[in-house]
């Protein structure tokens, strides 16, 4: 299909009208990114500045991850790369509709979130291709339309998709999966539905497999457990593979073939364990607790292990007390956590990381960073001009040869056409070679002084 690009002048806030005549105002933009679990850009550049005091002693039986604070290397001891183009290569770029949301978890697809010009639907699903840019819509409202339901949120590989459909006005919500065919859906499977009890689930997509997590609304949770739910595409195989007592911690995180999962350990005191679960058995691969009480936005897996971050700052918790995100310098030695040496990259986090090559990606306040842990350094991706106030924001999640960021961009150049447009870019690492090879030819093309 052609790209779709909206005017400048695109409508931001319908008010839409419920049986009983009562009427709601929806904002686009707070549709897209409130409702689809990109909360954390509220917080973009603000930072924590409450400490969290720990409630009480917690549970003396629980052992749980101890980092000294001898034992974590911060940002700040990394040397800075000053030039990205000397660690990055930017291999592809396109341009998608203005306020569009991407994932990434695949090597040739992303999952897009596209915006509509009109009150409903307020969103489509777009699969981009990213080895030659191609977008095409595959579902152009919700199954439930007729029922005042939108498209809520989609996760996809190249194997299948997964998607939310919610009635924001009846607090109802539809859990659907299809397998894809290049970019042709199949027929679509509803996994599952709810709302009375159960918030939204957050969603993952793992090879031809698909994963959602079901927690109990707040502020009053009734005790109810929270479910990791799974699926393969294009079968009805719907299953629970975890099950955790009250609210799990964050939400699933796709790994490479495996979701990582935060539930509550079994204790009467709080404290979240780290779950890394193979996507294609449901069997535990790795498990790692938490200090009392500490509660992770984001937790991850990659090549050095667990990967989890903090937007709030803890008066208690050793090394890993101050908000960022952190990971292992290297693998640790028969899964002993306790006893690796931690990177603690201390900004505020807004998405989940991700790995590389030997790069470890992480959202920085506004740019995306790369961190080489191997090197001791790091270096920060430049933000193109009239990027919305988030930056660049981080799409993949897992670990891959390359990486995707996005922006949406809204710029009037002194001179040029304006863009307002979601501009999306796909970067690998260089490697030994590539670097030295750049090394000689800015050596060569350097002026001479003569003595």
Not at 171 to 189: D, N, V
Not at 357 to 362: F, K, Y
Not at 367 to 380: I, K
């Amino acid at each position: 299909m052609s790209e779709q690009r909206p005017q400048h002048t695109q409508q931001e806030t319908y008010t839409v009208t419920d049986r009983s005549g009562n009427q709601t105002i929806l904002s686009r933009r707070g549709f897209l990114y409130g409702a689809v679990g990109v909360g954390a850009l509220a917080a973009v550049g603000i930072g924590a500045t409450i400490a969290n005091s720990l409630p009480d002693a917690g549970d003396p039986s629980v052992e749980h991850l101890n980092v000294p604070e001898n034992a974590l290397t911060s940002l700040g001891e990394l040397d800075v790369i000053e030039d990205p183009d000397d660690a990055v290569q930017l291999l592809r770029r396109f341009e998608l509709p203005y306020g569009s949301l991407v994932w990434v978890n695949d090597d040739d697809v992303a999952a897009c979130l596209l915006p509509t010009e009109t009150g409903s639907p307020l969103a489509m699903i777009g699969i981009l291709q990213l080895g030659n840019g191609t977008l095409n819509t595959v579902l152009q409202k919700a199954v439930g339309a007729d029922e005042r339901f939108e498209i809520y949120d989609v996760r996809a590989t190249a194997e299948g998709m997964i998607w939310t459909e919610a009635n924001v006005l009846e607090g109802a919500w539809r859990i659907y999966a299809a397998p894809l065919s290049g970019a042709t859906p199949g027929a679509a499977t509803l996994l599952e539905e709810g709302g009375e009890s159960y918030e939204t689930p957050t969603l993952a997509a793992i090879g031809n497999r698909a994963f959602w997590q079901v927690l109990p609304k707040l502020p009053n949770d009734q005790g109810l457990p929270s479910r990791l739910m799974a699926a393969t595409f294009g079968k009805n195989d719907t299953a629970c593979i975890l099950e955790s007592q009250r609210r799990m911690g964050t939400p699933p995180y796709a790994a490479q073939d495996s979701i990582v999962v935060t539930p509550r350990a079994d204790s009467s005191s709080i404290y979240y364990q780290l779950t890394n679960i193979s996507a294609e058995t449901g069997e535990v691969l790795d498990q790692l607790t938490l200090p009392h009480a500490m509660l992770p936005l984001e937790a991850g897996y990659g090549r050095n292990g667990f990967m989890f971050s903090f937007p709030d700052i803890y008066d208690y918790g050793g090394g890993i007390s101050n908000l960022g995100t952190y990971t292992p310098l290297s693998k640790p030695d028969d899964g002993n956590y306790d006893s690796a040496r931690w990177f603690g990259f201390n900004r505020t986090p807004t998405a989940p990381p991700a790995w590389c090559g030997n790069l470890l990606i992480v959202k920085s306040s506004y740019s995306v960073c790369g961190v080489d842990l191997d090197a001791n350094s790091y270096f920060a991706i430049d933000v193109d001009d009239g990027a919305d106030t988030y930056g660049d924001y981080l799409a993949s999640s897992g670990t891959h040869d390359t990486f995707v960021t996005y922006a949406n961009i809204d710029h009037t150049p002194v001179e040029g056409d304006a863009k307002h447009v979601c501009r999306v870019k796909v970067w690998k690492p260089l490697t030994d070679e590539e670097r030295k090879q750049r090394a000689e030819e800015e050596q060569q093309s350097s002026p001479t002084v003569d003595a």
